[in-house]
C-alpha cells in the first residue's frame, strides 16, 4: 500500500477531511488551554497528543496531495492547489510546538505555586524555582496567549484557504447548479 492510496481510491481526500477537522480543534483546544491553565492540567498530556497527531496527518495530507498531484490532470487551479499545500505545515508545527509548551508552563506555574505557599520558599531565590517563576510570570503568559492567538488564527486560516482552493480544483465546473443535472 502507497500512502498516496487506500482501498484502491486515492488517499488524499481522507486525508484532507481529517486535517480540516483536527487543525481547528487543536487550535481551539490549544486556546482553551492558554485562557484556563486548570483546562491544561485536566488534559494532561492529551494537548501534545493532539497535536503531534494534527501535524503527522497534516504531513501526510501534503504527501498525499504531491502523490495525487503527479496523477491528475494538470490545470491551472491543481497548480495553485498543489503549490499552497505546504503553506499549512509551518503552522502547524508552531500549534504542535505550543501544545507541548502550554502544558509545561501550567506545570511549572502550579509548582511554583505550591513552593510559594509551602515550606520551599525559602528556595525560590535561585536555581530552578527562579525559571519556574518566570516562566508562570504574567508577561510570559500574555505572550504565549498572543503566539497561540496568531498561531491558531494563521493555521485556521491555511485551513481555509487551502482547502478552498482544493474545491474550486475538484469541483469548479464539474456539477450542474439546476437539481436537473443539466438535463432539460
Known sequence: MSIGLFNGLPSHPLFVHSAVVLVPLTALALLVCVLWP?????????LPVLGALTLALVVLTTESGEWLEERVRETALVEEHAEMGSDLTPWVIALFVLTV????????????????SGAAESSTEGGTSAVIRRASSVPVRVAVLVLALV??????????????????????????????????
Open 101 to 116: 509548551a502550554v502544558p509545561l508552563l501550567g506545570r511549572a506555574g502550579s509548582r511554583w505555586g505550591r513552593e510559594r
Open 38 to 46: 486548570s483546562a491544561a492540567r485536566r488534559l494532561g498530556w492529551a
Open 151 to 184: 498561531v491558531a488564527v494563521g493555521a485556521g486560516v491555511e485551513v481555509y484557504r487551502i482547502g478552498d482552493s482544493g474545491a474550486k480544483a475538484v469541483w469548479q465546473g464539474r456539477f450542474s447548479k439546476s437539481e436537473t443535472g443539466g438535463k432539460e
